[in-house]
């Protein structure tokens, strides 16, 4: 689990990029993930924006499935993201607000979400 030594708030990029690639790179590298797992990572740093809830949160979605490089214009909030990752573990209903969430399947290729 990453922690504020190496999550680049209080400590350089350097020291956060050497974290991902001794903890995160085995990971993705792996034959079972490269089958079809997936990563979400998610930074929730804000300069005093409390827009739409809380500011710009930045979801990198990492699976066999990505589109490469995409970027969504889409305002996605954590009820989507909790949708997501039920879905990808086979759950068909969803809690709360995450029931009527949008779904995030423009991120991926040949993959259909509940």
């Not at 809380?54 to 214009?73: C, D, E, H, M």
């Amino acid at each position: 689990m990453l922690d504020v030594q190496d999550d680049a708030h209080d400590c350089s990029i350097t020291t956060a990029d050497t974290w991902l690639q001794a903890n995160i790179d085995p990971l993705i590298k792996s034959a079972l993930f490269q089958k079809d797992g997936l990563l979400i990572i998610t930074t929730d740093e804000s300069e005093n924006d409390n827009t739409h809830g809380g500011g710009r949160v930045v979801n990198v979605l990492i699976s066999p499935f990505s589109k490469a490089g995409y970027q969504s214009t889409t305002l996605y909030q954590h009820q989507s993201t909790l949708r997501l990752m039920l879905g990808g573990l086979g759950v068909t209903v969803f809690p709360g607000a995450a029931s009527s969430a949008p779904t995030m399947g423009e991120f991926f290729n040949n993959f259909t979400l509940p």
